[in-house]
């Protein structure tokens, strides 16, 4: 059966999809008996979610398929798969990502128009897929730290549970470009999520949040990792260099076991009136025990400014 349409529109989950098209639908034999399948191509289409008026994409061509393996009104919906899938959508705000995305991640979406793709997989078990995003003039946070430049973000859903308790991003990377007073190119930071799992990621019914990062990659702004660092002493840093961290964070405070190595050929260190200037490498990390954590650190400078790495007081 095919039904074509100036106006279809279909609500899944939290979602509502309109826009104009077909609906195609076929009964088919399986081994255990008839399935459905479904399938609704919508032109012009237009996906919101929940109350949220604005819309997520705007999408010349957006598809959605259902696999039912048994068309009975109660089995349907724990039997069924659902595939969204979007080959070109403009994001007119990505800002209305922000609700998507945990408060612990180290990127935040703020604002801006940016170009997507995507294929998402919905089941009884969960979520799985990716969604990339691009676009200039984008305002993120990173590491609390709000920036304008330009991003690509290539986010890869491992699994996200229906009931919001699990967030699997491992394998998600993004590009972030950004114009800097100081230097004449264009700073350029990339890192990618070796690991991004997330536990109650929205603090449900009370729930504390609790992280777990392991990312590599390349930081041209190092004061992006201000937060991570112990706070006694006024520590802060400056330059550009190669970047590991393990974090494993509840809420937003770090736990025993989390670490963060920083390798720099401009590596700038300050802590209460001294500075440290050079090449080397600077290491943060959290010790003790989860009801009394410590956060400390380890700087190594071979070649300084002052000679030997040694700090100086800043003048």
Known sequence: MTVEASALETRFLDFHAEGRGRLIARLVEAADGPAAELQLELEQAR????????PLLLAPSLDLTADIDTPTRDHAARSATLRLSWPEAAV?????????????????????SAASRGQLTFDASGVRGEVTLT?????????????????????LLAHASL?????????????LEMDDDDEAQRLTTRLLARQARFTHPF???GQIP??????????????FLDRLLPRA????????GQLQADLDLIGHEPQPGSQ????????????????????????????????EPKRDWHSTCPVSRWGGGTARPNT
Do not use: C, K, W
């Open 135 to 155: 676009g200039q003039d984008i305002r993120t946070s990173l590491l609390d730290t709000e920036v304008l430049g330009t991003l690509g973000l290539e986010l």
């Open 163 to 175: 009931d919001g308790s699990l967030l699997d991003l491992s394998g998600s990377r993004f590009t």
């Open 210 to 223: 609790r992280t777990q990062l392991v990312l590599d990659g390349s930081v041209d702004r190092l004061g």
């Open 47 to 54: 996906l919101t979610r929940g109350q949220d008026t604005r």
């Open 233 to 240: 002493h006024g520590l802060t840093l400056r330059g550009a």
């Open 203 to 205: 603090g449900a019914d």
């Open 260 to 291: 963060v190595r920083m390798d720099a050929n401009h590596l700038a260190v300050t802590f209460l009136d001294y500075r440290v200037a050079g090449s080397g490498r600077l290491e943060a990390f959290v010790e003790g025990d989860t009801a």
């Open 92 to 112: 007119p705000d990505v800002a209305v990502f922000a609700r998507h995305l945990p408060e612990s991640s180290p990127l935040r979406l703020l604002g801006g």
